[in-house]
């Protein structure tokens, strides 16, 4: 799987949106781009998944750039409860296994 | 609500036991994983299975072993439980396909 990376961290103020982004460069064209979040003494938990086209669900939105060499996942309106650690994945699911990488903590701002 | 639930949220156990974790999935998912988080390292990825009785070693399986008797059951074994063991050990399952996994609570390890 293609490595990713991410900044170390990140603080966004309540209401405002959260935009995260990452590079991965190397991603080949069957993997797909995958977030997770983890609070604090919880598993992680799946936000959102795209291998070309923008996507979004009720949590966030997913940006892949034409290249598909950085992606952004935005929070539209950050609240405290998304002060969390956010994972991305590059992921070919032939492989069926993620490796997590150090992610970005996110902290939002009252 | 669909879930992953591990046996226990805190275990202490002295060094030298054998430590039983247990993982029940309800999604009727092929694919189940074990990982442990320490600070620092991230998550790591111990042992996995795609299906009942197959188990793969994952990057750090080196004193774990795992049990799938039954679908809905991965259970991750510390032989002789040591000191380095000691984190948070998290259990996930997926479905075959570009799916995501879902994550249990997690059980936080104490080896004295």
């Known amino acids: 799987d293609a490595k990713t990376t991410q900044p170390t961290s990140m603080d966004c103020a309540e209401g405002r949106a959260a935009n995260l982004p990452c590079n991965h460069s190397?991603?080949?064209?069957?993997?797909?781009v995958y977030w997770y979040r983890q609070i604090h003494s919880q598993g992680p938990q799946y936000i959102i998944h795209?291998?070309?086209n923008n996507e979004t669900n009720e949590m966030a939105s997913l940006i892949i750039t034409e290249d598909r060499k950085s992606s952004t996942l935005i929070l539209p309106h950050a609240t405290l409860r998304d002060t969390a650690v956010y994972y991305c994945?590059?992921?070919?699911?032939?492989?069926?296994?993620?490796?997590f990488g150090t992610g970005t903590r996110l902290t939002i701002i009252p | 609500d669909v879930k992953v639930t591990q046996s226990s949220r805190y275990l202490v156990k002295r060094t030298g036991e054998k430590v039983f974790l247990e993982c029940v999935q309800d999604?009727?998912?092929?694919?189940m994983f074990w990982y442990r988080q320490d600070p620092g390292l991230g998550l790591r990825l111990i042992y996995f299975?795609?299906?009942?009785?197959?188990?793969e070693k994952g990057d750090i399986p080196e004193g774990y072993s795992v049990s799938r008797e039954k679908k809905e059951r991965f259970s991750l074994i510390l032989e002789s439980a040591s000191t380095n063991q000691t984190s948070m050990y998290l259990c996930?399952?997926?479905?075959?396909?570009?799916?995501?996994?879902?994550f249990g609570s997690g059980t936080r390890l104490t080896v004295v």
């Open positions: 190397t991603i080949s064209g069957n993997e797909y």
């Open positions: 996930a399952s997926s479905s075959v396909g570009p799916y995501g996994y879902t």
């Open positions: 999604m009727d998912h092929e694919n």
């Open positions: 994945i590059a992921f070919n699911f032939g492989n069926e296994k993620l490796t």
């Open positions: 795209g291998l070309k």
């Open positions: 299975s795609y299906d009942v009785k197959m188990k």
